[in-house]
């Protein structure tokens, strides 16, 4: 089906060929996976300029819903006959996420993507351990088939509230060296949140840096423990927002700047990829739960790390 597509201003620093477009896209299939849902459109555009971690904008069309709705792309497919489709998970939990889990194949639906800024890859050799939280692990698989590609060795952590909530069993064992499932009720793997094995995965992997995407309260205490444990690491927040393309400022996170300095910045534009390091969480609203570090406890020294410019570049 052809679609009509309209070209938006490029983002930032990027050349028009890699801004964001805005497409009628046909659906292709929307399946269930467990209390997910998975949504594939055709969005030839779209797939060619996505990067893992940048999210697109769908319109909904339920009652009371003005705005779009953001969605990490979880994948996209640049060849054979599933060329230029764009996939997205999501949970049906509200009005607007609802009528997109009803939509049928051959719907149209409106969307503007890729946006936001993209995870940066590792400019070295290193060990990659990817984390993921509830649908949140679905971005992960993109990057981690981008992390294999480049040959780098790929670890993973996936946790949720219980069994039927973790995402991608079977991806995630065939994307990843080793992987450690984590469920708060114990109904699958081991009985605690993803940051109870953290500091033993990286151990037994070697990790040299962490990528984690998830609601926000695991996303601070990985990064906290990734600091303490003076681990590289990158997240991808969950934020509201409300235009995706930096207009609002409704999603603005505060940024500690390399001069020391916090700034806020939008989760849609500077965002939703943060040095997870440089976030400062206490000026956020987002809180951990339980104690997930015994304070008393000495850390032990860590191993000598490569710099965040040795990693990423200039990122």
């Given at each position: 089906m052809s679609s009509p597509r309209r070209r938006l201003a490029p983002a930032q620093g990027r050349p028009d060929t890699d801004g964001p477009v805005m497409a009628s896209c046909e659906v292709l299939a929307r399946r269930r996976e467990g209390?997910?849902?998975?949504?594939?459109?055709?969005?030839?555009?779209?797939?060619?300029?996505?990067?893992?971690?940048?999210?697109?904008?769908?319109?909904?069309?339920?009652?009371?819903?003005?705005?779009?709705?953001?969605?990490?792309?979880?994948?996209?497919?640049?060849?054979?006959?599933a060329a230029g489709t764009v996939d997205v998970v999501f949970d049906a939990h509200g009005p607007g996420t609802e009528w997109?889990?009803?939509?049928?194949?051959?719907?149209?639906?409106?969307?503007?993507?890729?946006?936001?800024?993209?995870?940066?890859?590792?400019?070295?050799?290193?060990?990659?351990?990817?984390?993921?939280?509830?649908?949140?692990?679905?971005?992960?698989?993109?990057?981690?088939?981008?992390?294999?590609?480049?040959?780098?060795?790929?670890?993973?952590?996936?946790?949720?509230?219980?069994?039927?909530?973790?995402?991608?069993?079977?991806?995630?064992?065939?994307?990843?060296?080793?992987?450690?499932?984590?469920?708060?009720?114990?109904?699958?793997?081991?009985?605690?949140?993803?940051?109870?094995?953290?500091?033993?995965?990286?151990?037994?992997?070697?990790?040299?840096?962490?990528?984690?995407?998830?609601?926000?309260?695991?996303?601070?205490?990985?990064?906290e423990i990734c600091r303490d444990i003076e681990v590289p690491v990158q997240v991808s927040v969950e934020e509201k927002m409300a235009c995706g393309i930096g207009v609002c400022f409704t999603c603005v996170l505060p940024i500690r700047g390399r001069d020391g300095h916090v700034r806020m910045q939008r989760s849609c534009l500077e965002g939703p990829v943060f040095n997870g390091a440089r976030i400062a969480w206490d000026e956020t609203r987002v809180h951990v739960g339980a104690p997930i570090v015994d304070e008393e406890d000495e850390p032990a020294a860590p191993p000598a790390r490569p710099t965040d410019a040795e990693l990423w570049g200039d990122a």
């Open positions: 209390p997910y849902w998975t949504l594939s459109f055709a969005a030839k555009e779209i797939a060619e300029r996505a990067r893992p971690g940048q999210f697109v904008q769908i319109a909904v069309q339920a009652p009371h819903t003005l705005l779009r709705r953001p969605f990490s792309i979880a994948g996209v497919s640049r060849q054979g006959v997109l889990a009803g939509v049928d194949a051959h719907d149209v639906i409106d969307v503007i993507g890729p946006l936001g800024t993209p995870f940066p890859l590792p400019q070295r050799k290193v060990n990659c351990l990817l984390i993921g939280g509830g649908y949140g692990t679905a971005p992960l698989f993109y990057l981690g088939e981008k992390l294999v590609a480049k040959g780098l060795r790929v670890d993973m952590i996936v946790g949720a509230a219980s069994g039927d909530r973790i995402l991608g069993t079977i991806d995630a064992k065939r994307l990843s060296a080793t992987v450690a499932f984590t469920t708060d009720d114990g109904s699958y793997g081991t009985r605690g949140r993803v940051t109870d094995v953290l500091e033993d995965v990286v151990a037994s992997t070697g990790a040299g840096v962490v990528y984690a995407c998830g609601p926000n309260p695991m996303l601070r205490a990985v990064s």
